[in-house]
């Protein structure tokens, strides 16, 4: 069973930094991709970023491009989203993810993720 906690989320004001953690257990995910999701009041749940394997593949949200940044330490396993610049409107809970086995390069599709974690709040005020 494979275990995925969050954390590092809280309250900030634009422009403020932030580094989200998730720590994963149950299996090693080293080869797996990982990413992050966020989803705000109202609106459904969007991929904001995602990185696989040893070769670091990284992919991220065009909304995002620029000011976070997705990596991994497998020594740790752990991945974790730095976020800089934060707006008012990055506010949502953000879930970390991890990929099914069989999906090929980093998908930003909620349906090729089969572990979630429970979320961790981020919210930006202006």
């Known amino acids: 069973q494979v275990q995925l906690v969050e954390s590092g989320g809280g309250l900030v004001q634009a422009g403020d930094s932030l580094r989200l953690s998730c720590a994963t257990s149950?299996?090693?995910?080293?080869?797996?991709?990982m990413a992050w999701f966020r989803q705000a009041p109202g609106k459904e749940r969007e991929f904001v970023a995602g990185?696989?394997?040893?070769?670091?593949?990284?992919l991220h949200a065009d909304s995002v491009k620029g000011r976070f940044t997705i990596s991994r330490d497998n020594a740790k396993n752990t991945v974790y989203l730095q976020m800089n610049s934060l707006k008012p409107e990055d506010t949502a809970v953000y879930y970390c993810?991890?990929?099914?086995?069989?999906?090929?390069?980093?998908?930003?599709?909620?349906?090729?993720?089969?572990?979630w974690g429970q979320g961790t709040q981020v919210t930006v005020s202006s």
């Open positions: 993810a991890a990929g099914k086995a069989a999906i090929a390069g980093v998908s930003t599709r909620i349906r090729d993720y089969d572990y």
């Open positions: 149950g299996r090693t995910l080293s080869s797996t991709v």
């Open positions: 990185v696989r394997g040893t070769v670091s593949w990284k």
